[in-house]
């Protein structure tokens, strides 16, 4: 059964690059535009792991990662968190709220798709 992955970003070109890459590793997908469909979608689909951008309307991506660890039925939901905000200071927010990675933007593909399917596979964490 293939592992379930939620791309969350508000960048049509991330999204659409994201979703060629997951796809052709054999992910099945859902997309989110923003924080409020995210945590719609994890309700919903019970992703194993979420690509989840931190600047989004509505609610950003600190809150969404926030809510999904203050929620114990999604505890186990892996979350990379794939952003241009790359000061130590917001990695180190991102980590602290229950990130298992924190991916900068621009991102290389072969990098990202190592550490979801390190992190989805071998069910441990990877940090920048």
């Not at 690059?17 to 997951?22: A, D, R």
């Not at 979608?41 to 690509?51: E, G, K, M, N, S």
Request: proline share 5%; aromatic share 6%; glycine share 6%.
């Amino acid at each position: 059964m293939a592992k379930k992955v939620l791309i969350v970003d508000d960048e049509t070109n991330i999204v659409i690059s994201l979703e060629f890459l997951m796809e052709q590793a054999g992910y099945e997908l859902r997309i989110a535009p923003n924080g409020r469909e995210a945590l719609e979608q994890v309700a919903a689909f019970a992703p194993d792991l979420i690509l989840l951008d931190v600047m989004m309307p509505h609610i950003n991506g600190f809150d969404v990662c926030r809510r999904i660890r203050e929620n114990p039925a999604w505890q186990n939901i892996k979350i990379i968190m794939l952003t241009a905000k790359g000061r130590e200071v917001e990695m180190a927010k991102g980590l602290a709220l229950g990130a298992d990675a924190y991916i900068t933007k621009p991102f290389s593909t072969k990098e990202l798709l190592a550490q979801v399917r390190h992190i989805l596979e071998d069910n441990g964490s990877l940090t920048p």
